[in-house]
């Protein structure tokens, strides 16, 4: 609706909607002029001086070639019109104002009709009678000023002749004009100002993925013919001051004055802004726009320079107050790469600085209030420059702030700092004190900024239903009793949005939410677009939905006890005919990356149907991979991945295979794995293998599988060792329940109990019949290989070794996040870290105590 034009949406209406608009002009002539006539000022002629009388004769002439144009390419079915234009054309000139009267009346009830039906009349319509409305005030400037020097060359020619008091009137007039004329060039220029707020806050929603259209120049087209008016205006009162004296004229001078440093301050803006969430040690850019830079510096030779300064919220409402203050020494960040000159475009007609590669080097906090955390934190970038009016011999202090920013020293940091921008972008009003924003918003508001996250983020034009905001509602206020009505009349805060708990879980509303976006951003946006996934749907409501659904009936919802997760629910039809419906465990990033949702669907034989009774080879069809049957260019038989769920009895039965021999800590547990179950999903595995533990450690394998001992010259077995164990990080790449093998090229000897992530390996000395192993590497490998340089995890690649000055104390360390950043901070590549943090933080805790991790004591 945002292209539309009113006429676009009448045309489609029924007729009878406004069967009582077109009765003194018929819906045939409407239907003739139709987007001619709304772009034209009806609205704004509102008088009947010559101004205004000039203005509708012309108005009116043009509306009469456009009906004589439309009608030379009709037939002859419609023989009155023409008779009736020639009518209209007689009533025009008999009374134009009349037919203002009746424009303007059709309008109004088109827009009503339209408010009616839709609630809001189409954003370039309003655009547009905006755009009308300041330019037939600058139309009305110009025709006054040359009435002023009209009257002033009337003065001029005949002051010798004319008597004293005809002089006298004269003056007066010429007085008046003149004091009309700045009044009305202030109000005018209050409609400019707040236009260019406007399109500041156009800007910052833009910043949460509203549309926005950046084109300066029809803003610059303003401020340039306001521009021209001021020194027109100028010019003619330096004249009356001459002729008349300037006590004629009390306080004008100053008005004037007042209002031109308005204008030129207000022409200088931020036109692409920074990153709201910068960095530190990251370079950005940022562009600076002059609007009146054509009009002031179009012979200079020499450009100012503009410069860029961190500010705080304090320091940014102090500057608001008194733009030009003390230079004050306190420095709240360090910036590099801060200044850069104005330049000037002739072909573009743009002049702007650009600054390329900020560097926001570091940032001093500032005293916090309460529970308020460095990520509610927020500050702005100033940029500010000087600039002379050589023709009134004037400098202006030029200055303009950044959108917020919440300065982040760690990628640990970027969600919650997220939060604090995108809330502000939101719920900031046009004009305020910097940087004052709601704590309470009503929920609606907080829909509609749900839901232009969700679209702008996932690129999709699919968005959020009432059924969604429904579900939303209950998870943020913790609510399943009211209704969707109540919920319009709740207000949502700060704290429910990022800073309380949601209820039995570790994350807050906006960190569940964001991930959710991530995620189908990711990997779900096709299957989003495409409606096969209900996403924001409870548990209960659930239920409702599949079990009256034929048996296999499943849908797809976001975890709402994970971040960044989406399940399967389906219906299981029981032999008595009961029906229970289940939830396979979620699916996180990391599952989808290496199956699709759309195959690992298809590998589960019981769902046959998506929610409503749709086949799921149809609805998820054009999803699936094609699987490739024959071999590749290199000669190898293709393999792929098939996840099953555990206990389902159509799947085929999984292959046993001895494993190492339960520890006491496993022997409680149960069968090892390497990741732990929910009792309320039911896990699937990436490969259907079961472990059969041997109790005893020093029971003989069965025959078929004990290979021969080898030996050496003498005949004596040869000891041999174990490979190194996979890492948790890949025996998590499938789904968390995953149970995933592979072999990697460190052997090292194990203690009896060593412990590695929730599985425990057997001392290799404990077995001989796996110590004679052949296919073992023996103990001198070992050695060999021990004095080597360790690549940390298998998975990285050789040039990422942890170096061997390296010394890490992880004791300091309370979280994953914490863990991340100290080991960024001693250089290792961040690629890596998501690797091997999960055996930093939950295994060399508990073996080194407060030992430094080193590259000698690392396999210790």
């Given at each position: ?51 205004y ?18 009608l ?32 303007r ?21 309003c ?51 003149i004091m ?11 409609q ?131 733009p ?94 997220k ?121 209960q ?47 996180c ?32 069809k054009?999803?699936?991979t ?16 098939t ?26 547990q ?8 929910s ?36 005949g004596?077995p ?29 052997p ?38 021990m ?12 040039t ?61």
């Open positions: 609706m945002s292209k539309m034009t009113l006429w676009s949406i009448v045309s489609k209406m029924p007729p009878e909607c406004f069967n009582s608009l077109y009765v003194e002009f018929p819906l045939k002539l409407r239907q003739l002029l139709g987007e001619w006539l709304e772009n034209q000022p009806w609205e704004f002629l509102q008088g009947s001086d010559a101004f009388t000039s203005t509708v004769g012309s108005i009116l002439t043009n509306m009469m070639k456009e009906l004589c144009g439309a030379s390419g009709r037939g002859s079915e419609d023989e009155w019109i023409p008779q009736y234009v020639n009518m209209l054309e007689a009533l025009c000139r008999r009374n134009p104002l009349k037919m203002v009267e009746v424009f009346s059709i309008l109004e009830g088109e827009k009503a009709v339209i408010l009616k039906q839709f609630h809001r009349l189409p954003p370039s319509f655009q547009k009678q905006e755009e009308m409305k300041f330019n037939l005030a600058v139309q009305r400037l110009c025709y006054k000023l040359n009435q002023i020097h009209t009257m002033e060359e009337s003065m001029r020619q005949s002051k010798e002749n004319l008597p004293v008091h005809e002089g006298a009137l004269k003056g007066q007039q010429w007085t008046s004009q009309e004329a700045v009044t009305e060039l202030e109000n005018v220029q209050v400019l100002v707040k236009r260019i707020s406007i399109w500041k806050r156009q800007q910052q929603l833009a910043g949460n993925g509203a549309p926005f259209d950046g084109d300066l120049h029809p803003l610059q087209d303003r401020c340039e013919s306001l521009f021209d008016v001021y020194l027109q205006l100028s010019q003619e009162l330096v004249k009356a001051d001459t002729e008349l004296g300037m006590e004629h004229f009390p306080g004008v001078l100053d008005r004037l004055n007042s209002s031109l440093s308005v204008l030129v301050k207000s022409s200088f803006l931020v036109e692409h802004q920074p990153p709201q969430v910068p960095k530190t040690q990251t370079k950005f850019q940022a562009n600076v726009r002059f609007l009146l830079g054509l009009k002031l510096f179009s012979n200079s030779a020499k450009l100012p320079l503009v410069k860029a300064t961190v500010v705080t919220e304090k320091q940014a409402r102090e500057l608001v107050r008194n030009v203050p003390e230079r004050s020494s306190e420095n709240m960040g360090d910036i590099v790469n801060n200044m850069a000159s104005l330049e000037l475009n002739l072909t573009t007609r743009v002049c702007g600085a650009s600054f390329k590669n900020i560097l926001l080097k570091k940032i001093k906090r500032c005293e916090r209030k309460g529970s308020e955390s460095v990520t509610e934190e927020k500050c702005a970038i100033l940029f500010s420059t000087d600039v002379t009016l050589s023709a009134h011999n004037v400098t202006f202090h030029l200055q303009t702030f950044s959108l917020p920013l919440v300065v982040i020293v760690h990628g640990n940091q970027d969600n919650n700092a939060a604090t921008v995108l809330w502000d972008n939101a719920f900031s009003e046009v004009e305020r004190i910097p940087f004052v924003v709601a704590d309470l918003v009503p929920w609606p508001r907080m829909c509609e900024m749900l839901n232009l996250r969700f679209v702008s983020e996932v690129q999709t034009s699919h968005g959020l239903t009432r059924d969604h905001f429904f579900f939303l509602a209950q998870k943020i206020f913790n609510d399943s009793t009211s209704t969707a009505e109540d919920f319009q009349e709740r207000c949502v805060s700060w704290a429910q949005f990022n800073k309380e708990l949601l209820p039995n879980r570790g994350f807050t509303f906006w960190q569940w939410f964001d991930g959710v976006v991530d995620l189908t951003k990711k990997y779900l946006k096709n299957y989003w677009s495409d409606k096969l996934i209900i996403g924001f749907i409870s548990k409501y659930l239920q409702k939905l599949l079990l009256p659904q034929l048996d296999g009936t499943f849908l797809l919802r976001f975890s709402d006890s994970e971040i960044g997760g989406i399940t399967i629910a389906h219906i299981q039809k029981n032999v008595d005919g009961s029906a229970q419906v289940q939830n396979i465990q979620p699916f990033a990391k599952d989808l990356a290496i199956r699709s949702l759309a195959d690992r669907i298809h590998d589960l034989k019981q769902l046959q149907y998506l929610y409503k009774e749709k086949p799921k080879d149809i609805a998820f054009a999803h699936y094609k699987e490739q049957s024959e071999k590749n260019s290199w000669g190898y038989v293709p393999t792929r991945i996840i099953i769920v555990e206990g389902d009895q159509s799947q085929p039965p999984p292959i046993s295979i001895p494993a190492w021999p339960a520890s006491p800590q496993e022997s409680s149960g069968t090892p794995t390497n990741s732990i179950h009792s309320m999903y039911s896990p699937p595995t990436s490969v259907p293998i079961s472990f059969s533990p041997i109790q005893d450690p020093n029971l003989t394998p069965p025959a078929p599988m004990r290979p021969s001992f080898p030996t050496d010259q003498s004596s040869v000891s041999r060792a174990p490979a190194w164990p996979a890492c948790p990080q890949e025996s998590s790449q499938g789904t968390t329940n995953s149970t995933i093998h592979s072999s990697v090229d460190i090292v000897p194990l203690p009896p109990t060593h412990q590695l992530g929730n599985v425990s390996y057997p001392n290799i000395l404990s077995f001989p019949w796996i110590a004679e192993d052949p296919r073992s590497p023996t103990l001198q490998d070992v050695e060999n290989q004095s080597k340089p360790m690549n940390i995890c298998p998975l990285l690649p050789e990422e070794l942890l170096p061997e000055d390296t010394a890490m104390d992880i004791t300091i360390c309370n979280s994953q996040d914490d863990i991340n950043a100290l080991l960024m901070e001693n250089g290792i590549n961040p690629m890596a870290v998501d690797a091997f943090s999960p055996l930093l933080e939950h295994n060399l805790p508990q073996t080194l105590g407060n030992e430094c991790i080193t590259n000698q004591n690392w396999m210790a």
